[in-house]
């Protein structure tokens, strides 16, 4: 069941986005070669609390850490632990925080110091697809239009996206209806309306599309071990278009 957010709910989802964004917005500086996931993990915790929110995903279906951390051939679900970061890495952190019961998510990929040309590219590419997909959301547009937008962007440039991760609709829960998949049918799937909040969130792989979950039960990589990008924004479907939720 999709539901649609009263302007008083969309007051405290944009509050739950701007800690996500602000979160974000401090890692820029805080992640460099030599520190650990698991301090990634620690400073973003204490951003999310220090503005009176809790991290959405810790517990979370039983999820070990306050946001996830996945590196290179990782794409998403990343546990935070003792690995340290390289330069020359990339890493993607997804963010959630829950303020007085309502949720904001958005992932970001980080370049650790210089990074290829190749993984520039890709970083570029994954946020431009992200935008191409926020292009068709307007009222009347269906979700398949979002979906169909993301999915020939990244084709065009050469890369995949996995099959079984999408993006969502968020709320009182991090996770609700509509699923948003990165691939689909113009024309197709949930109509979209005024008031509904979604996360959409290319994940995109320079390599193949298939993905492999790790023994740990959450990480997944691509099973080529080619690098994963993801970028995230929360946002609501206004009268002629959209609003993203989780941006300063
Ligand atoms: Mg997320
Ligand atoms: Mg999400």
Redesign the pocket.
Known sequence: MIILKTPREIALLKEAGRIVALVHKELESFIRPGITTKEIDIFAENVIRKNGATPSFKGYQGFPGAVCVSINDMVIHGIPDKRKLKEGDIVSV?V?ACYKGYHG?S?WTYAVGNVSEDAKRLMKVTKEALFEGLKQAKPNNHVGDISSAIESYVRKNGYTSPYDYT??G?GTS??EDPMVPNYGIAGHGPLLKEGMVI?V?PMVHMGKSDVIVLDDDWGVVTADHSLAAHY?HTIVITKDGYEILTSL
Do not use: F
């Open positions: 997804d959630g998510d992932a993006g969502h968020v991090i996770h996360a969130e995230e």
